[in-house]
């Protein structure tokens, strides 16, 4: 048991007992990895919010399947408009609007996928396993990324 100075807060004596933990500092590849995270989930782009999405729409009584499901993401800059097909794996067909040249990225979990915009705007994702997913795009009207949405 130790005996605390009666002179610091209760604040100030946790502090204190949470000081005495840090010892040592993490293994180098430990802060490595933390730093990674981090760098990797910050935000550096301008979001695009997602503004509509068919997953809570209401079914009709008596229907079995719901079909592809559709998500809005939209700012003043970009729209980007997506297609889930759900099979064995996951997926996505889109569109960004208004249609540029560029790239698209989907993160999912560990993974990510690139593909290029078309003429026309569309991009397309297969095999995604279901889980948390965010579009990153590098287009003519700057570079984005969508809010984190799970499938």
């Known amino acids: 048991m130790t005996t605390e100075d009666p002179t610091l807060s209760s604040d100030e004596s946790f502090l204190e007992s949470f000081r005495a933990l840090l010892v040592e500092p993490p293994p180098e590849a430990v802060a490595a990895a933390a730093v990674g995270v981090i760098e990797r989930h910050a935000v550096r782009r301008p979001a695009i919010p997602a503004v509509y999405d068919s997953v809570f729409e209401g079914v009709p009584i008596g229907v079995r ?26 997926q996505i067909v889109g569109q960004v609007a208004p249609v540029a040249p560029g790239s698209v990225e989907v993160s999912a979990g560990a993974s ?10 569309r991009f397309q994702f297969g095999d995604l396993a279901s889980g948390p997913f965010r579009l990153t795009l590098q287009i003519e009207a700057g570079d984005f990324e969508t809010d984190w949405i799970t499938l």
């Open 112 to 121: 990510a996928h690139s593909d290029t915009v078309d003429d026309l705007g």
């Open 65 to 90: 399947g719901t079909g592809p499901r559709l998500i809005t993401f939209e700012s003043d800059d970009v729209t980007v408009e997506i297609e889930v097909i759900s099979e064995r794996f996951m």
